[in-house]
């Protein structure tokens, strides 16, 4: 037992973007995925976690940003804690401390930095061993699935796996792409009307393409393999494009149909396609929200962001690049 | 040989939309399409074309609107001339004046209306025979898909067949539709970036959807003859607003991914769906091209227009109702 040192575990994680989008669980519970999915790990968006098992409480609390967060809410934190506390044997209940370093206003999912960075925190709490990266990406997905991915840097790939010890993620080997750049287009910071989870379930259990949306999705992911291995970076984009549209095909699908895509979304693809045209070399992908991210090279930022001021306010436009993986010590941790 | 009389042959059709959409060609040359496909014609826009075979010409002449068309643009006209030839054994050449009284802002297709009235113009102008409908409906399809449903007034199917010979559409019996409306709203009316025979290519080509989407579609149409056969509005409206979507869907499934919607298309998605939260009971379908047609009850007409009105102009507006078929004479051909 281990259940008396009171000792407080740190983590940061840094959310991702879906390059080839997980869209669909095979076990709700488990959250195992449908598909294989690959993200990309972004710099300027992360989670700072702490997390100590205490004695003298008797439920998991969480702060986020120093506000409370109601116990009815804690539904995906605490199967997290769970899990750390079974691994370890620990009978404590944790206090939790969460700083969202993802600006309200960006339009990106917290939730992979958020859960990558408490089952390390959580880990750290709980044991002196060094943590298992593959462990902590079983641990994490528990608490979102995109959570998985957050664990590593860079270009990652989640193993759909069968079970919940082989749904996994893992780096994947890539060259060139030190100078690759994403810009975030914010067109509505707002809560969206249907959470990714639920437009998911929708479509898996409605959507006549379904089935087929999952055999593209595991073979685009074998074609990005191949462009990140060679360094291929329109090749990326491409794949990432097309992948997102055919994600996006699956909720005009569903019964009810439906859509994430706002008016500014469909400006924002035109555009991004009138600057192909004009020999930029930029490509988007699209979650399940109205934001756009425009997937570009560090010597088109500039032609970009110039269109994109045309239609969209500064504040509107956030840049960022590839990300780092998880860390674990507070100094270390201040990479940006 | 019935080559002399210079008869001049007269038609009207309407056009129509596709309540479970025309979407993929299984023959290019005969246009056959790969699912059956229901449509309803539409009573204010319609083509009225005149025909008559000529001694002293060397090719087929066209004047749309009183303008000479531009010979190199009657490729789709010659083929429904040849044929209405081959039939009645004409040997000479057509002289063909067609008005379209489809407004040019309405942005809806005229091809159906104008290769409909071809088809019945031609067919007087060579033979005092009646107009066979179910012939006309093949000869029609051969200039335009669609335009073999627009023989027909109301509700018709076009059963896809397998040749040209059980490729044609007929009337749907139905019930309780009289005060059904159409309410077109104009995002745009200038000519598509995409043609919808180019667009169904590439997606019935390149879409790991395709197959999905045709046996959904043909399964649509037996749930909306149902829909139709018993009188349920709003049946109706919920197939015809899925199967839109469906199609819509497909596009982005495309590669490359390309989608008619433009941000005013979703807007007015957004605001059936609002209208439909308040009670008012109606639905929408889109064509191969952004402008939206919304679905009603004539006791729900001013309700819809007055909410439109807050984001359109009174002229992007457009209401219709249940079209007739075909007519041949230019008295009785005054219906508006």
Sequence with gaps: MNNTHNKTGFARAHTNIALVKYWGKSDEDLILPTNDSISL???????????????????????????????????????????????????????????????????????????????????????????????????????????????????????????????????????????????TVVVNSAAKKILSTNGMKSVAQTSPFFDSWVQQANQDVTKMISALEIGDFDKLGMIAEQNAMLMHSTTLSANPAFTYFEPATLQIINIVHHLREDGIHCYFTIDAGPNVKIICQQNSVTSIKNKLQQDFKQDQIIETQVGPGITFSKIEGNHD
């Design 41 to 183: 790990t972004l710099r300027d968006f992360y989670t700072d976690t702490e997390v100590t098992f205490e004695k003298n409480i008797k439920k998991n609390k969480l702060w986020i940003n120093g506000s409370r967060v109601d116990d009815s809410k804690l539904l995906r934190v605490n199967r997290v804690i769970d899990l750390v506390k079974k691994k370890f044997k620990i009978n404590q209940f944790a206090s939790i401390k969460s700083v969202n370093h993802v600006p309200t206003s960006a339009g990106l999912a917290s939730s992979a930095s958020a859960m990558a960075a408490l089952s390390g925190a959580a880990w750290k709490a709980a044991t002196d061993l060094a943590p298992d990266l593959r462990e902590l990406s079983k641990i994490a997905r528990i608490g979102s699935g995109s959570a998985s991915r957050s664990i590593y840097g860079g270009f990652v790939r989640w193993h759909r796996g069968i079970d919940h010890d082989t749904s996994f993620a893992t780096p994947i080997p890539t060259k060139n792409f030190d100078d690759l750049r994403i810009i």
